[in-house]
């Protein structure tokens, strides 16, 4: 029995398993072990995180509509309307968690909801080691990830300034829209995380 989930850490590993592709779950177990290590090194609840890092996608391959149905029904931000699956899965997807797997810790939660588009000051550790965790997993092979790696080893908020920095420089080259929580999460990480 784990503090967040009725029921043992198994049955939520079968409960996500069941829900996931293969590929999918992987990346979350992936994930989970890479958020303990986090936590472990940083003074963040490791039961939390690996809880968090389990159900982070949860809800990924949900179709549109099923999404479309929960920001109706929620009365969530009719901005969401405006966005996609990167964003909703986690947005949207703390909501579904809760429903279906009855996790209700708000810090899980959020963690879950921001570990696409970050967070300003609101951001917790846990949060913090969520965004990191899925960012650098070990089947994360793209250029610059193990200088991300190497900087989160040093620090965690270090590594979240990289990432944000990192992912927005990425969006703009692709002229992608960005969802607004993540500017903001970028103006407030520019200057925080500075390694000297």
Not at 33 to 53: R, T, W
């Amino acid at each position: 029995m784990t503090n967040y989930f009725n029921g043992t850490i198994q049955t939520l590993e079968t409960r996500v398993a069941d829900k996931l592709s293969d590929y999918r779950f992987q990346h979350s177990v992936r994930v989970r072990d890479y958020a303990v290590k986090l936590a472990h090194d940083n003074g963040v609840d490791e039961d939390k995180a690996e809880v968090a890092a389990l159900v982070h996608d949860y809800a990924k391959e949900l179709s549109d509509e099923t999404f479309l149905s929960v920001i109706k029904a929620k009365h969530l931000d009719s901005d969401l309307l405006n966005w996609g699956n990167y964003i909703w899965h986690g947005v949207v997807g703390a909501e579904i968690i809760r429903d279906e797997l009855g996790i209700e810790d708000d810090e899980i939660l959020n963690a879950v909801r921001e570990h696409t588009t970050g967070g300003a000051e609101e951001m917790t550790p846990l949060s913090q080691v969520l965004f990191m965790a899925d960012y650098l997993e070990k089947g994360r092979d793209f250029p610059g990830v193990e200088t991300a790696r190497q900087i989160t080893d040093q620090s965690l908020a270090a590594g979240v300034r990289y990432q944000i920095v990192h992912t927005v420089l990425r969006l703009v080259k692709k002229e992608t829209p960005i969802y607004p929580k993540s500017i903001t999460t970028y103006n407030y990480w520019l200057n925080r995380g500075l390694l000297n």
